[in-house]
């Protein structure tokens, strides 16, 4: 063991294990989570080959090789529990995506979920025994989130009781589903469904592409691998291109909208249904950035316990990095967000978890509320980690770009998450307009509820976005709660700003579209704020809970650099709206300061706190026991280039160019 | 071609080609550069295989080829001029650093200004000629910027008249140079010369590493690649451990420093000549980020030209994206920022070409000054890129995470600019260093010259960080001129700040370097506003050059949305330094607005002026002709994941997985 990080872990101020045991949920998860790790880190069948030393294909070859095992043995070990398959499956491919990911996480679902009585007979079993393996493919070469823009054409034929299924253009080809190129043999494919004369919109179909027994692509389906791509080496994102491929009407997701034997077109009872799984993945994602930003600090503050540089003091020995304020400036901010997010993550699943029983009661007055904060807090908080993981990187200086650091895989394969499951900006304009319409609800006297509550104190108060100067600033700068107020007021007045904008802009005589596009910066504006005020405002709430003094203390110093950060970052807001003064800002900055100090010697333990095995972690710079170089030389030592002496271009190239110059 | 990108062109206000002079420094230089592009473009000997789908040792082998054609081809032509060598060089590697690299921009010039002329007859012509092919091993695995700290030992026997190389520890193996793994058989080393029982600190030796003949290790020397990283996947940068390797003498180079054959030292007549490499390189840097920069710009507004997307008004067609508000504010600002870093690029070159010739008259004066210039700026730009870079690769949505759109490439490649050369944060401080002094030399009534000449005017006009709410505002934020003054006033309050919170830690009685490290946060932030208000200057500067009324209207309207972005991403700043009210901040939100609708109608041809040949762009998203989608589907299907119909993982693991359960 290092010395230094020994000597970090004896000067923590609390216990770790209880910290752990709150980030879990408590201690009998904390086991469990562990027995399922052990599992899996200590099985042979799923030693594996450094990814970094193979080629794409390679990589692929394993990762289908572990997904295989991993189906197999969660059988054998009968783990049938969402949150302990998802944790198996995590340690199997640690922060990889896998080829099979769209088979069990979206196929199966989607079986289970739209298909009828007669459908499942037919279908599922296949599916569960991975006969049929099958991937969801919505979005095309030339579309992406905007649905109606789709071009695949599925055209009812009842002369013979079948669809026909087109590609009718290039920019119309299925693009990026997860292992449709080489490992799906069925795909639901989502088209615009015509029948008798009459196009009715986007509904899914059960599409065979290769053949069961040899998996060669069946008659009219050209199909493959979308090439390779910033992370994401593991799956084999696909394209597809039907041409007059024939199904049998059967093949037609019906429990909801059906077509009938002669063309006839009968609707869905309901649209709401397909909001659930949206919401859900985005509030899964919250969690994934969490994760993201919490391995990501843990290599990066490790390593600056044990990396040594330059000098502070003349003649005394090099200190640990850590010691330097901008490098503290760097990590605990992020160190706050990582626990900030994990908490929110926690309250998005809880609150999932709480709004569907209400939906199965038929309940669905919390779902627009829950749809606005999913999507704006995906967006807010995958940017915040994606920027996040390369200052994290970048503050382990040249060893960052090194593969073995594990923080270039962690980056390019997390930052699709800007993009996948609805783009962040236009997730921020879907919570813009929620916040926009809750506003207009709360001028015309309604009152609002759950987040955007503070609507009404805001019109009530009829904040001003100016002039502010004269209106006496309200923010007490130690005091969180009153820092939850400030966020809050800043999201209301940035709300307010946005409406205006638009109504300014209809004033103008422009349209309500263009209104809206041209106030598109300003709504961004506000449902960032937003986000950040019920990020504030949870991360408080949790201290709540938190019995343990010692780790209330620190948890708290967190979350008072989160909020104080926070408003460095978007001080202009603040002093715009005058719930700050300037000597409070200056004062704000000097805080800061001194909450670094105090974070220092607890910040290595509060990253031990997150409990990522060193295989899970897989980064040679943040290693439980510190010892970095022995290991980093000894990684580049197996590094393929390495495996012969002589490189075959010194004999092709080098050798030869002497005798020509 | 695209209908959408010729009615983008169609719709210009100005003349491209003359802009294109513009940028490259006249018609001529226009003329040159195309000319040295066709002549590698049109070359078959540096036809390649793409890089995406070729493994790491097959892109090395490939880089090595062209190197070494390269340099063959760069003699037959006589291409001498440095400049042209580097254009040739950057159509040969478009943008990827090759393994010749530190052979002819490190080894190379190292002998030319530290060799004696005995050492040049030995050395110069067999590495002119590479027969010795050089590289120059200064970091090790534990140790970076900080010289001082280097561990590797040459200890001289006056005895055999020999140095004793060693690396005594793991932390001590040199580590990152490129072309040490593979390809080089010569290492300039630096390392601690020991002589006569004291050690004089780091002198640069001549060491041969692999013979020259079978290219094989030498002994005592252990060599190879340090594996794979986050880009530079053509380049073998390597590790090197020394093993009581003798050297005769004559291998220490000694143009300065010299070590007499009894083992008597000689101390160098001067510190200050090896500045001038450093600051040159930096200084090149801050064109490359312009170079990254204008690349992803091309990609991502060419793309954004032709992609539609959702629709703006019910029952139209789906709207091109770069109509969107937001999309034209994450992408205008951008390629104002690449406009400004080409302009301050050209600034430094010539102010460095200019410097040089005053320090070959002997006048040091102004290098202080560059010195600290260069490293601020090589930070504030290569940061800006960096982030940059990400903001157009998302912009494009899923393509942007295919290679086919070379985003992340220029992303990988890009990034180590942040950490070599000088790792960024360190430059900031540096670059602070300079501006603290010069602040306290004009509190102390010396008169400054140069950037830093405003802080006598600070000083005369006592700017007071607070209160400044009654100070009435100074800045027109439609007049260039004043918010240039706006950018000085604000660098002078933040120098100011950082200069106090020194003094204030002082009077709490820390030391000198204590007090430097608590107010290193300040400190950084003094060096970025100094370096942003030196990025508005020279961009409102250059704008006096051109003569052209409809590019000076376009470049104008860039300038001051670079300006005005600007002061809305930092806008705490000025509202606390009183420079600007609320009100104003208001109005600076609305003329963003309509500066973004303004830029519309030329933003393509504000990219094609860049003149990236499609060749070098290499990305299927940013293509001259638009036809994105075709090209995207041909590439995929070239993928070697699809070479075969049925990748061997099926008939290993997934079919037998089905008898299994």
């Not at 609390?14 to 599992?39: A, M, Q, S």
């Not at 960052?400 to 895989?409: E, F, H, I, Q, T």
């Not at 805080?591 to 974070?599: G, H, M, P, T, V």
């Not at 510190?626 to 092709?652: D, I, M, Q």
Request: with cysteine; proline share 5%.
């Amino acid at each position: 063991m290092n010395p230094d990080i020994v000597r970090e872990r004896q000067n923590a101020t609390f216990d770790v294990e209880k910290l752990t045991n709150i980030l879990d949920g408590g201690p009998e998860k904390t086991k469990r989570r562990r027995e399922i790790e052990t599992l899996v880190l200590h099985d042979p069948d799923f030693k594996e080959e450094d990814p970094n030393f193979l080629s794409r294909s390679e990589r692929y070859d394993q990762a289908v090789r572990k997904s295989a095992q991993m189906i197999l043995k969660l059988r054998e070990y009968g783990i049938a529990d969402p949150d302990e398959i998802y944790c198996y499956k995590s340690s199997v491919h640690p922060d990889r995506p896998e080829p099979l990911d769209l088979h069990l996480g979206m196929f199966l679902p989607t079986l289970l979920n739209q298909a009828t009585p007669e459908q499942m007979d037919h279908f599922f079993m296949p599916s569960w025994n991975l006969e049929i393996i099958g991937t969801y493919a919505q979005t095309e070469i030339g579309h992406g989130t905007h649905l109606r823009g789709l071009e695949t054409t599925a055209t009812y034929d009842p002369a013979t009781q079948e669809f026909v299924l087109n590609s009718p253009t290039v920019s119309s080809i299925k693009w990026w589903p997860g292992g449709l190129g080489k490992t799906s043999n069925h795909a639901i494919v989502l088209a615009q469904l015509h029948t008798l004369g009459n196009c009715h919109g986007l509904h899914a179909f059960i599409v065979p592409i290769r053949d069961m027994s040899t998996h060669e692509p069946l008659p009219g389906i050209v199909v493959g691998d979308i090439g390779p791509k910033f992370g994401f080496s593991e799956v084999d994102n696909g394209f597809l291109k039907l041409e007059n491929v024939r199904l049998p009407r059967e093949n037609m997701l019906m429990k909801y909208a059906k077509v009938e034997p002669d063309g006839t077109y009968v609707k869905p009872p309901s649209e709401k249904l397909t909001y659930g799984t949206m919401v859900f993945i985005r509030s899964m994602i919250v969690g994934q950035s969490a994760q993201a930003l919490s391995k990501s600090c843990t290599i990066a503050i490790r390593y600056s316990a044990v990396r040594h540089q330059s000098e502070l003091r003349p003649g005394e020995p090099e200190p640990q990095i850590l010691d330097y304020q901008t490098q503290q400036y760097k990590l605990f901010p992020l160190l706050a967000t990582a626990y900030a997010f994990i908490f929110v993550g926690q309250y998005m699943r809880k609150t999932y978890h709480r709004i569907t029983g209400d939906i199965n009661q038929g309940d669905f007055s919390e779902l627009p509320e829950l749809h606005a904060l999913s999507a704006g807090l995906k967006a807010f908080t995958t940017w915040a980690a994606n920027s996040g993981i390369e200052v994290c990187r970048m503050s382990c200086g040249g060893h960052g770009y090194s593969r073995s650091s594990a923080l270039p895989d962690i980056y390019v394969n997390f930052t699709p998450a800007c993009t996948y499951e609805g783009e962040n900006t236009v997730m921020m304009l879907q919570t813009a307009r929620y916040l926009v319409k809750s506003y207009q609800r709360a001028k015309n006297g309604q009152q609002l509820s759950g987040s955007v509550s503070y609507l009404n104190e805001a019109e009530h108060q009829r904040l001003q976005p100016q002039p502010v100067a004269a209106r006496p600033t309200v923010v007490d700068i130690n005091d969180l709660a009153s820092l939850v107020e400030g966020y809050k007021l800043r999201a209301a007045t940035l709300v307010q700003i946005a409406a205006k904008s638009i109504q300014q802009e209809l004033q103008h005589r422009k349209n309500q579209e263009d209104a809206w596009n041209n106030s598109a910066i300003d709504l961004v504006r506000a449902s960032d704020a937003h986000c950040h005020y019920v990020v504030v405002k949870l991360f408080t709430d949790k201290l709540g809970e938190i019995g343990d003094t010692a780790i209330h203390s620190v948890l708290s110093t967190l979350a008072l650099l989160y909020a104080l950060h926070g408003i460095t970052q978007n001080s202009g807001d603040f002093l715009q709206a005058g719930l700050l003064s300037v000597p409070q800002m200056m004062l704000i900055s000097a805080r800061i300061k001194e909450l670094l100090s105090q974070l220092r010697p607890n910040a290595v333990a509060l990253v031990d706190a997150f409990d990522i095995r060193d295989k899970k972690l897989n980064s040679v710079l943040g290693r439980y026991d510190g010892n970095v170089y022995e290991h980093l030389f000894e990684w580049a030592r197996r590094s393929p280039l390495n495996s012969t002496e002589v490189h075959e271009s010194f004999h092709k190239y080098l050798k030869p160019l002497r005798a020509k110059l």
